[in-house]
């Protein structure tokens, strides 16, 4: 159990379906991470909140809009994917402001495959 | 922007052995972080390791931050450790991760 709970685990939708990535921590943490993994690439970083504040947007698609309603929820809602955005959906959390310069604690992913 | 060299890229292992894992990185950086990743995907936080050197149990990592590498290292090794270990490091409000090794320890 890391401290932070990712819903669903695995999720399945077509290219014109909505649906919505949820991660919640339990740490009492200020800073909320989604990352991409994609087979046989390196964990892609694609936003960054810090006390409710998006502080990172590394020039992700719109069809992936996050959503932070407080520090211990984070949303990632999807719309009009593509087959290429099939992949493992990883949030993380650390205490402070500033990205990265404290230890992350992962939750377990989501598995996202596009029809 | 920071490149981030891991290797080997592949690494197979009978258990008990010991393995030396490398990061290199091509600039200064303020954090580095060793993750692993287990067969089954979750992903965890093994050293936050900006420099010197730490040790948990079976695990130790060295960051030589001047000469910009890091190195993990598993002794004795159990068939629990294999998955794919990231280092990742940190530079003006960027992560940028390693493409990772990917250990396999046989029974």
């Known amino acids: 159990e890391t401290g932070v709970t990712q819903t669903p685990r695995h999720l399945v939708m077509g290219m014109t379906n909505k649906k919505s990535l949820k991660c919640e921590q339990h740490l009492g943490h200020n800073a909320m991470y989604w990352y991409k993994q994609s087979a046989k690439k390196p964990l892609e970083l694609m936003f960054v909140?810090?006390?409710?504040?998006?502080?990172e947007n590394n020039s992700v698609p719109s069809r992936f809009s996050p959503e932070c309603p407080n520090s211990s929820h984070l949303f990632l809602h999807l719309h009009t994917l593509q087959p290429e955005d099939s992949a493992l959906y990883l949030c993380a959390s650390s205490q402070g402001r500033a990205i990265g310069n404290q230890p992350q604690h992962f939750g377990d992913g989501t598995r996202l495959s596009i029809l | 922007g920071i490149q981030v060299e891991q290797s080997p890229p592949d690494l197979i292992l009978q258990e008990g052995a010991n393995s030396t894992l490398r990061c290199n990185f091509s600039d200064s950086v303020n954090n580095l972080q060793w993750f692993h990743q287990n067969p089954w995907g979750q992903l965890i936080n093994l050293f936050y390791i900006p420099s010197g050197t730490k040790q948990n149990g079976r695990l130790s990592a060295t960051t030589v931050a001047t000469e910009r590498y890091s190195l993990l290292y598993i002794s004795s090794s159990q068939t629990t450790d294999s998955g794919v270990y990231f280092c990742?490091?940190?530079?003006?409000?960027?992560?940028?991760f390693g493409k990772g090794t990917r250990l396999h320890i046989l029974p």
């Open positions: 909140y810090s006390l409710e504040e998006r502080v």
């Open positions: 990742a490091v940190n530079r003006d409000d960027k992560i940028i």
